[in-house]
Nanobody, 119 residues
Framework: QVQLVESGGGLVQTGGSLRLSCAAS????????MGWFRQAPGKEREFVSF????????VYADSVKGRFTISRDNAKNTVYLQMNSLKPEDTAVYYC????????????WGQGTQVTVSS
């Protein structure tokens, strides 16, 4: 099991940028694939982005492709989500999640960080 703590959320205007961080502890971070998810009020949690254990492979939801960038620093046990050109529809609680290779189950979750984009 890995413990995850997100930070970096906040209030930003449309078109602005934020960088979320997710610090991991407890297990070997480099053996974990990591993901970002979000949940807006009244909606189900949805996938945002994925990065594999080495950082060599990434996946994005169509809604954020070209605007968000996921990255990781295994030396710092941290995964990042750089969010640019933010839109009001990006407003949500953002969660990072981890799954230990080769599992396909997102077993570990952070507590979430609020991102609010004002119009």
């Amino acid at each position: 099991q890995v413990q995850l703590v997100e930070s970096g959320g906040g209030l930003v205007q449309t078109g602005g940028s934020l960088r979320l961080s997710c610090a991991a502890s407890g297990r070997t971070f480099s053996s974990y694939a990591m993901g970002w998810f979000r949940q807006a009020p009244g909606k189900e949690r949805e996938f945002v982005s994925f990065i594999n254990y080495s950082g060599g492979s990434t996946v994005y939801a169509d809604s954020v492709k070209g605007r968000f960038t996921i990255s990781r620093d295994n030396a710092k046990n941290t995964v990042y989500l750089q969010m640019n050109s933010l839109k009001p529809e990006d407003t949500a609680v953002y969660y990072c999640a981890g799954r230990e290779v080769p599992s396909t189950v997102w077993a570990d979750w952070g507590q979430g960080t609020q991102v609010t984009v004002s119009s």
